[in-house]
C-alpha cells in the first residue's frame, strides 16, 4: 500500500477552497492535515498501487480550488519492484 | 502503531512541515525532518542530492535491507525545501530496472559476452599502451566531482595527453565562455536566493517550469502567498512555462541577439541605463578580427554606433517582437526600483553564437546596474548534477586543468605537476580535441588522419545525444581499428555499440559530490551495495591506471616512484584500492576530494575540508574560513556585502578581471543569419529539448514504470495550422526529414507546448526515436557547442512518404 505526501495549494477564493476541501476530504484514499494559513494543505495517500497513487495525485491537480500539488515523499517499500 | 500507522504518521509529518515552509517560506518554518530522524521501523534515513538535473535537491533516502525503500525531499536543503520534481521523488527507482549491467562484456562477433574484471581492465590497459595519445576519455556532467578529478589526473597527469572531454560541451560550454569573457571568470555570481528576491524574472529561451521546477515553484510560490512577481518568456516556441508568464514573446530562432542588441540600444538612447555603475565597473568589447573570446577595447561612444541599426522597428523586422515589447523590456531594465533576474540555460548556449548571447545578456544586465543585489542578476542553469561542480570546476576539458587553469598555460602546468608530484614537462601543453572532433576523429579512418583509435565514454551515453550522430559515431563502428568502451549502468544506445562494456555503480551505491549550478558543492555517502559486479567509475580509472604500472608504464608514477593513486590506510601503508575488496577500506572520495581542494584556491572557488560537506546540505564557494574556525559560504560573488574577496568599502568588485582593472565587459555582438535556416527544400524550423518525465536521453527515467507511463515515447510537436496543412492529426505518424537524416515520429498536436507555424519541436529521451541522427553539427567558434536548437527539415505524411519510395 504505498503511502505519499502531498502539499496541496488552494485558490485565494474562499468559496473555492471550502469547494476543493469538500471534494477531497470525500476521498477515503486520503487523510488530510490542518491547513495552514488557510492555503496550504498537507495531505497523505494510501493507494493500493504506485500508478493509483499517481492517478491521484493528477486528478488532484484538476480540482476546483487546488492550484498546485506538490509531492513531498512517496514510499514504495512494499511495491513489487 | 503498526508499520502503516508510523508510515503515515511520518508521511503527513512530512507534509505538514513542506506546507509550513510553502506557507512561511524557509526560514520561519522550524522543525527536523521527520524522514531523518533514524531508526523508524527499520528504515535509516541519509541525504543525498537527487541524482537527476542540475537544479541539486536534496532527498532523504530511506534503506531498508539493503534497498532504498523511500525518497522524501530534504527539508533541511535550502534548494528545494522538502519538495521535489516528478523525476526526484521517483529517484529510487532509478536504481532497480530490470536489466542493470551485472558483469563487464567484451563484444565478440555480433554479441556480447560477460568476462572478469581482470580481464577487462586489462584490455583496457592495452588499448592506451596501444598509442596513448589516441586514447580518450569522454565524461560527463554526471561524473562525481571526485571521478572527474580521477579521470583528469589519470589523463593529464598520467598519459601526459589531454585527450579528455566531457558532455558538458554539449549544454553549458558557451555559458562558461560568456562568463570568462565579460568577468575573466567562470560561473554565475548569483544563485537561487535571486529567485526569492526579484521582482522580473525573464527567461531566456528557457522553460523551467519542465527543467527546473523546483526552481520554477520558487517564484510561483511567492505569487501564491501574495507577492508580485512580473515572469517575462522570450522564446521560440510556447512552453508550460509560457503559460505562466505575463509577457510571452516569440522571436525567430537565432534573432535573440538582435533582441538584446535591441534592448541595449533604447537604454542607451534614452539615457537610462546606469551611468555610475557603468562608469565605476564597466568597460566595452567588441568582437575582433580574427575572432578571439577577449575580442577588442571599444569606448563607450563606439559602442553606441555599433547599436545604433538595432532601433525597435529594425529588430521587430528581423526577430518578429513587436517594438512595443522591446521597449517594454528596455523600460523594465532601464528602472531602478525593480530588481531583475534572467535565467537561462540549453536555449543560450546550445546555439552557434552561444557566446554572444551569453556576453549580451551579461551586458544588459550590467548596462542597466541590474547585478549585485539580491534579486539583480543574469544567471545560467545547467542540466547536469555535476557540470558546475565536476566539469567546469575540476575542469575535465580537453584545453583545462583543475582549479580554472588552463594547459596552455607554464605556470598553470607547473602548478598542477607540483600538485600531483609528476615530473617537469609531464603536462602537455597542447589542448586535446573538444567532443565534437574527438568523436569526428574517432569516426575517421586511421589513414585518413582518424588518430583517435579509442574512446572510453563514462556516465554518458554519446549514441544518442551527440548532434548528427550519423556523421560522428556511426562510421567508428565500421572501423576495425576503432574500440568504443562504455561505462555505464544500463544498457543505453550507446553501451549497445561498444566493443566492451563495464558495469557501474551509480548514485547511492557508491560515494559522490556533486556541484550544482550556483556554485553548490553536495556529498553524499554509498548507502547500498551495486548489483552483481557492478563497481565504482572512479574506481575502474584507478584500476587501469594501476594495471598501466604493472604493465611498466611510467605516467603511472609519481616523480617518487610511487602509484599516482596512492592512498595510505591508518596504518600508513599505501591501501590496494585497484583490488576493489579494499576499496572502501578508506574514503577515496575524501582523498580526491583533499587533493583537489588545493587545486581552487587561484580562481578564488574556495572549498571548506571535506567533513564540513558531511554536515552540510551543500556549501555554496567561495567557502571561506572564518576567524572562529567555521566556514562561510558566499552567496553572491563581486558584490562587496557579501563576498569576502572584494575590497573593503567597494560595493562591487570584479576580480578576476580580463583586464586586470576590476572591471566586467559589456559586449557588443550584432546579429548574424544562422548556418542553416528553411527554405524551399527543408521549410520548417526543428527544435530538440527535454520534457519533464524524462532526463537527458531516458537511461534511468525510461526505466522508472511510472515516468515511462506517463511519457512513453517521443513525438513531433506541431502547430495547428501546419498540421491542418499537411492533413495530419494527433497520433498520426509523419517523417521528419532535415539534410542528415530522417525520422517517423506520431504528430502531437496542442500538447503541452505549441510552436509556432513553421517549426517542429521533437525530444531526444527515446532511444528508439533517435533525433539526434538529424540535428546540426554546426558550432559555436568559441565554446565549440552545438546548436541543438534550429536547423532546417521537412515533414511529410508517412504514406506519402511510402508511396514516394513505392
Known sequence: ?81 | MDRRDFLKGTAMTAATLAASRLAYGQDKAAGTPPAAAPGGQGVQWDKAPCRFCGTGCHVQVGVQNGKVVAIAGDQQAPVNKGLLCVKGYHVGLALYGSDRLTTPLLKKGDKHVPISWEEAIDIVARRVLKDPKGFGIYGSGQWTIPEGYAASKFVKGGLGSNQLDANARLCMASAVTGFLATYGVDEPAGCYDDLDACDVLIMWGNNPAEMHPVLFSRVIDRRSRGEKVTLIDIGTRKTRTSGFCDHSLRFKPNTDLAIACGIAHLLVENGTYDKAFVEANCAFRAPSEPATLEGKAITFEEYRELLKPYTPEKVEEISGVPAKDLRMLADLFGRRDVRITSLWCMGMNQHTRGTAINNLVHGLHLLSGHFGKPGDAPTSLTGQPSACGTVREVGTLAHALPGGRVVAKAEHRAQMEEIWNVPKGRLHDKPGYHTLEMWKRFSTPTEQGGDIHTIWVQVTNPAQTLPNTHKLVDPSRKLADKFLIVSDVYPSATARIADLILPSAMWVEKNGMTGNSERRTQQWFKMVRPPGQARDDAWQLIAVAHRLLALGFEGMKDKDGRFLFEVKGKDGKPVPLWDFAHYYDVNVDEHLFEEYRKTTRIKHKDLAPYPEYVKARGLRWPVVQQPDGGWRETRFRFAGFDDPYVKKGRDIQFYHSTTHDDRAQIWFSPYEPPPESPDTEFPFWLCTGRVIEHWHSGTMTMRIPQLQRAMPQAYVEMNRADARRLGVGNGDQVTVETRRGKLDLPVWIGGRGEPPEGSLFVPFFDERLLINGLTLDEHDPFSKQPDYKKCAARVRRRELVAEKQG
Open chain 1, 1 to 81: 500500500m504505498p503511502i505519499s505526501s502531498l502539499v496541496l495549494t488552494l485558490d485565494a477564493s474562499p468559496e473555492l477552497r471550502a469547494s476543493a476541501l469538500r471534494e477531497v476530504a470525500r476521498d477515503p484514499r486520503i487523510t488530510l492535515g490542518p491547513p495552514l494559513e488557510e492555503r496550504w494543505l498537507p495531505v497523505v495517500t494510501e493507494t493500493g498501487s504506485l500508478p493509483e497513487g499517481e492517478a491521484l495525485a493528477e486528478s488532484l491537480r484538476d480540482v476546483p480550488g487546488v492550484s498546485f500539488v506538490d509531492v513531498v515523499m512517496v514510499d514504495f517499500s512494499e511495491e513489487e519492484r
